[in-house]
């Protein structure tokens, strides 16, 4: 049941990427470039987006636990450290490179575009990458468990 | 250029809030894609099965796309190799170093309301538009 949820998550995910424009690494590139070829719309997929999960987080949180059960697994940390803010920033400026972010990277792998192509096992090596390094690496302390 | 679509954005954007809502609500798991998919490398995660089944959701949707419009999605990557291998490692590696992406970060924390989220969020934006200011009115200007 787990998987069907997964694939039936994912599909709709795609679907939005894709409905949205966010799939198109163009369109990602002009809504970054403030001081060119300004294309808001993609504040309007985070407006819907945040919208939607804002309310629907709120609602779902009113059950005590996950409908196929288990637990609400919600990250705990409330730290800012240098971890998070190097993370994020070498993910910008990739992000502004390729105008891809994971999620439209791979809704987009079966449309093969060359660009796509290249990109995505750069990103899986990146990611790897990352997971080799210690937990704690640039971490204020080690982290909290995760389980809520 | 590319076209302003508020009404197809803001659509898009709701199914994406669909999806995380439903994943919180079936699963108790955040949608966040650098996660999802991450945990599926070696060594894979224990619940791998509905990692997996997500990604090959993704990655079936722009077919279904296709097939109900008849016409593949409109899409321009760069051709550029050396520039999509380093925004992949970039993207990659950041993402998980810093625990999160556009979505899990962007949509799902700040829906939570999390500092955290909020702080990557501006930080990622911010190097974002930068990059692009660079790369298109100072090198490509």
């Given at each position: 049941?787990?998987?069907?949820?997964?694939?039936?998550?994912?599909?709709?995910?795609?679907?939005?990427?894709?409905?949205?424009?966010?799939?198109?690494?163009?369109?990602?590139?002009?809504?970054?470039?403030?001081?060119?070829?300004?294309?808001?719309?993609?504040?309007?997929?985070?407006?819907?987006?945040?919208?939607?999960?804002?309310?629907?987080?709120?609602?779902?949180?009113?059950?005590?636990?996950?409908?196929?059960?288990?637990?609400?697994?919600?990250?705990?940390?409330?730290?800012?450290?240098?971890?998070l803010i190097t993370g994020a920033a070498a993910f910008g400026?990739?992000?502004?490179?390729?105008?891809?972010?994971?999620?439209?990277?791979?809704?987009?792998?079966?449309?093969?575009?060359?660009?796509?192509?290249?990109?995505?096992?750069?990103?899986?090596?990146?990611?790897?990458?990352?997971?080799?390094?210690?937990?704690?690496?640039?971490?204020?302390?080690?982290?909290?468990?995760?389980?809520? | 250029?590319?076209?302003?679509?508020?009404?197809?954005?803001?659509?898009?954007?709701?199914?994406?809030?669909?999806?995380?809502?439903?994943?919180?609500?079936?699963?108790?798991?955040?949608?966040?894609?650098?996660?999802?998919?991450?945990?599926?490398?070696?060594?894979?995660?224990?619940?791998?099965?509905?990692?997996?089944?997500?990604?090959?959701?993704?990655?079936?949707?722009?077919?279904?796309?296709?097939?109900?419009?008849?016409?593949?999605?409109?899409?321009?990557?760069?051709?550029?190799?050396?520039?999509?291998?380093?925004?992949?490692?970039?993207?990659?590696?950041g993402s998980?170093f810093g625990?999160g992406?556009?979505?899990?970060h962007?949509?799902?924390?700040?829906?939570?309301?999390?500092?955290?989220?909020?702080t990557a969020t501006l930080v990622f934006?911010?190097t974002?538009?930068?990059?692009?200011?660079?790369?298109?009115?100072?090198?490509?200007?």
């Open positions: 049941m787990g998987k069907v949820i997964g694939f039936v998550t994912g599909l709709v995910f795609g679907l939005g990427l894709v409905v949205s424009g966010m799939a198109n690494p163009a369109k990602v590139l002009n809504f970054l470039d403030l001081f060119g070829t300004w294309d808001p719309s993609l504040a309007f997929v985070m407006g819907g987006a945040v919208l939607v999960t804002f309310v629907g987080y709120r609602l779902t949180w009113t059950r005590k636990i996950p409908l196929l059960g288990g637990v609400f697994e919600l990250p705990r940390r409330r730290d800012l450290d240098l971890r400026i990739g992000w502004g490179l390729g105008g891809f972010c994971p999620g439209p990277a791979v809704t987009s792998v079966l449309l093969a575009a060359p660009g796509t192509l290249v990109f995505v096992p750069a990103m899986l090596l990146g990611m790897w990458g990352a997971r080799q390094l210690p937990a704690n690496a640039l971490a204020a302390r080690e982290p909290a468990p995760e389980r809520a | 250029m590319t076209e302003f679509t508020p009404i197809g954005s803001t659509a898009g954007g709701m199914l994406i809030g669909l999806s995380a809502v439903l994943l919180m609500l079936f699963m108790g798991r955040i949608a966040g894609i650098s996660g999802i998919l991450s945990r599926l490398l070696p060594p894979a995660a224990p619940d791998w099965g509905w990692r997996a089944a997500f990604i090959a959701g993704m990655a079936a949707a722009p077919l279904l796309a296709w097939a109900v419009t008849g016409a593949p999605p409109v899409q321009a990557v760069s051709g550029d190799f050396v520039l999509m291998a380093v925004a992949g490692l970039l993207v990659g590696f998980v625990n992406c556009t979505s899990g962007g949509v799902c924390g700040l829906s939570r309301l999390s500092a955290r989220a909020l934006m911010a974002a538009i930068v990059t692009v200011f660079v790369a298109r009115h100072v090198i490509g200007g």
